[in-house]
C-alpha cells in the first residue's frame, strides 16, 4: 500500500467516525441542544452525501420541553423539504428500516407530501403498506399513520391498496382503512366490508363500525340481505331498496353518556 493510499484510508475513517458522531448527536434527548444543532449544519452541508439521511434521525427522538422540540423538527423539516425531490429515496429508506415499527414517522410522511408528486408518494407508501402486510404487530401506529395518509392522495392504487387493511390483525388498523374507504366513497370496497361484516368471528365493534360506513355510503347489501339482517347491531335494519337504515342503539347510548 503506498503512502497515498494509506492516508486516503484514514481520510475516510476519521469522516465515518465524524458522520456516526454527529448521528448519534443528533438524537440527544438532553442537554441544550446545541450538539443537536451542529449535527443539523453538519448533515445540512453534506445534503446528498448522507445528509438527508442524518437529518431524518432527529424525528426519531422527542426532547424537552416540547415547544422545543417541535420547533427544531420544524426547522429540520424545512431544510428537508429545500432538498426537494433528492431527499424522497432517503425519506423511503427510513419508512422501510428494520425498526421501522418503532420509529415516529409523522414528519418524515409531512416532508414526503412537501416534495413529492402524488404518483411518487403513492408509490412510496404503497410499497411501505404492502411490505408491512396486515399481520399482526404489537405497535399499530405505522400503518396507521401510513393509511391516514395515503387516503389524502386522489390516485387509482388508493383504494385497492386500503382494502386489505380492513383485515389487519389491528382494529386500530381496520378501523382507519374503514374511514379511509368511508372518505373515498368507492363502492369497489363494498363487497369485502360485507364480507366481513357478516362473518362470524368479526369483532362487534368492528361489525358496527362496517355498518355504520355502509349507512353512511348508502350501499347496498346485495347478495348478502339475509346474512345483514341476522347480524346487524341493535337499531339498524335493511329496507326494501337493500340498504341499511337507522341507527345503532349503543351509539346513542355511548352518546348519551358523554354528555351527561
Known amino acids: 500500500m503506498s503512502i497515498g493510499d494509506w492516508l486516503d484510508r484514514q481520510r475516510e475513517k476519521k469522516k465515518h467516525r465524524t458522520y456516526r458522531k454527529h448521528k448519534k448527536h443528533i438524537k440527544t434527548k438532553f442537554g441544550q441542544g446545541e450538539d443537536r444543532q451542529r449535527a443539523v449544519q453538519y448533515f445540512t452541508d453534506l445534503g446528498k452525501n448522507g445528509g438527508y439521511e442524518g437529518l431524518l434521525e432527529r424525528f426519531m427522538v422527542n426532547v424537552e420541553p416540547s415547544i422545543k ?6 426547522y429540520v423539516y424545512e431544510i428537508l423539504v429545500e432538498f426537494g425531490q433528492d431527499v424522497i429515496p432517503a425519506i423511503e429508506a427510513y419508512l422501510n428500516r428494520k425498526d421501522a415499527a418503532h420509529i415516529p414517522i409523522t ?9 413529492a408528486e402524488t404518483k411518487e408518494a403513492v408509490r ?15 405497535e399499530p401506529e405505522r400503518k396507521v399513520l401510513l393509511v391516514s395518509q395515503l387516503v389524502e392522495y386522489d390516485d387509482p392504487r388508493v383504494v385497492p391498496t386500503l382494502i386489505p387493511f380492513l383485515r389487519d390483525h389491528r382494529d386500530e388498523v381496520q378501523l382507519e382503512a ?7 366513497a368507492d363502492e369497489s370496497a363494498r363487497e369485502e366490508m360485507l364480507k366481513l361484516l357478516t362473518e362470524e368471528d368479526t369483532p362487534a365493534r368492528i361489525r358496527s363500525a362496517i355498518a355504520e360506513t355502509m349507512k353512511k355510503l348508502g350501499l347496498s347489501v346485495k347478495g348478502f340481505r339475509k346474512k345483514v339482517e341476522d347480524i346487524l347491531p341493535d337499531g339498524l335494519h335493511v329496507d326494501r331498496s337493500g340498504r341499511i337504515k337507522g341507527r345503532w342503539v349503543h351509539a346513542m347510548v355511548e352518546s348519551d353518556d358523554e354528555e351527561s
Open 69 to 74: 422540540d417541535e420547533d427544531e423538527k420544524e
Open 107 to 115: 414528519w418524515p410522511l409531512k416532508v414526503l407530501a412537501a416534495v
Open 178 to 184: 374503514l374511514a379511509a374507504l368511508e372518505k373515498k
Open 124 to 138: 412510496v407508501i404503497v410499497d411501505s403498506l404492502e411490505k408491512i402486510g396486515t399481520s399482526y404487530t404489537r
